[in-house]
C-alpha cells in the first residue's frame, strides 16, 4: 500500500489582478494547508481569471514560466509545506499565449503541460497546446495534467493512463452546469486512475462557474466533491496501489483486453 493526501483548493482567481488572487490563496494555505498534504490542484487559469474583455486584457496578465510572481508564490508554498502544487498558467510564450497547467515542487518549477482542447472564446486568445501528454514524477507517484475542456476527449485520458500515471490533474473553469463533474468519474474507472477536478467558482460579467471540484477514484467512486458556490479546500488520502492494479476481474485486465488491432479508426 502506498497512501499519499491529495486534493484540490476551488476558490475564484481575480481577473487580472495577481495580487488579490495571491491574497486570497496566502489565506486558504495559512488556514487549510500542512506538511501532511502531498499534492493540491488548483483551477485554471490561476494567475490571471478566465472571462477576458480584450486579447489585450489576455496579454497583460500573463507571465512567462521563467518570470512570473504566480510560479514563485507556488513555488514558496511548495517548499513551506513539502508538496507538489499543479495550477492552471496563463502562459506567455514568445508572442503566443498557451492555457497551460505548470507543476511546481519543493525543489522548485517541474513542468508544464499546453490544453489541447480549446473551449468557446478561447480561440480568440490562446494557441493549441503543442507539448503532447507528458507524465511527471513527483516521487510517490506519477501524474499527468489535462485542462477543463479537455475532459470531452477520451483519447486524452486513455494516452496519461497508457504512459502509466497513478493521478490526472485537472484544473478547470467549467461553466457546462454538472457535465464534467458527472463524467469524471468515468474517467477514472475507465483507466484505473485517480482525477483531481478542480474547478472554479463564482463570476465573470457573462459567465457563472460551477464549483463541484471532484476527487474519482479508480472504481469510478466519487471521493470528495466540493459545493457549487463555496470557496473550499477537498482533500482525501489514497492507495496508489488501487491505480496501478488494472484488474477488471479475475481473468480481465484493462490493457492487456484491449483490441488495437481494431481502434485504427481513432486517429483518422
Known amino acids: 500500500m502506498t497512501t499519499i493526501s491529495i486534493g484540490f483548493i476551488q476558490f475564484a482567481p481575480k481577473l487580472n489582478n495577481l495580487a488579490s488572487t495571491i491574497q486570497t490563496l496566502e489565506q486558504l494555505f495559512q488556514d487549510y494547508v500542512d506538511p501532511t498534504i502531498d499534492l493540491l490542484v488548483l483551477p485554471e487559469l490561476g494567475n490571471s481569471g478566465y472571462n477576458f474583455p480584450s486579447p489585450e ?27 507538489h502544487i499543479v495550477s492552471g498558467f496563463n502562459e506567455r510564450s514568445g508572442d503566443k499565449l498557451y492555457n497551460s497547467a505548470v507543476l ?3 525543489t522548485g518549477y517541474i ?35 489535462l485542462v477543463c475542456f479537455d475532459w470531452v476527449f477520451p483519447e486524452a485520458w486513455r494516452v496519461l493512463a497508457l504512459k502509466g500515471v497513478d493521478i490526472i490533474c485537472h484544473p478547470s473553469n467549467l461553466v457546462l452546469p454538472g457535465l464534467c463533474q458527472s463524467t469524471v468519474p468515468s474517467h477514472a474507472l475507465m483507466n484505473h486512475v485517480y482525477v483531481i477536478t478542480a474547478n472554479r467558482i463564482g463570476t465573470e460579467e457573462n459567465l457563472t462557474f460551477t464549483g463541484l471540484s471532484t476527487i474519482a477514484g479508480p472504481t469510478g467512486q466519487v471521493l470528495y466533491q466540493a459545493t457549487q458556490t463555496n470557496v473550499e479546500v477537498g482533500l482525501v488520502d489514497v492507495d496508489l496501489s488501487e491505480a496501478r492494479d488494472k484488474a477488471i476481474t479475475a481473468r480481465n485486465d484493462l490493457f492487456a483486453d484491449r483490441r488495437v488491432d481494431v481502434y485504427g479508426d481513432l486517429v483518422s
Open 104 to 106: 511546481v515542487g519543493p
Open 57 to 83: 486584457v489576455a496579454w497583460v496578465s500573463s507571465e512567462t514560466v521563467t518570470k512570473s510572481l504566480f510560479i514563485d508564490y507556488l513555488v514558496g508554498q511548495a517548499e513551506k509545506y513539502n508538496l
Open 111 to 145: 513542468g508544464r503541460y499546453r490544453k489541447l482542447h480549446l473551449f468557446l472564446n478561447e480561440k480568440d486568445f490562446f494557441e493549441p497546446g503543442n507539448l503532447g501528454l507528458p507524465i511527471f514524477d513527483i516521487g510517490q507517484a506519477q501524474i499527468g495534467m
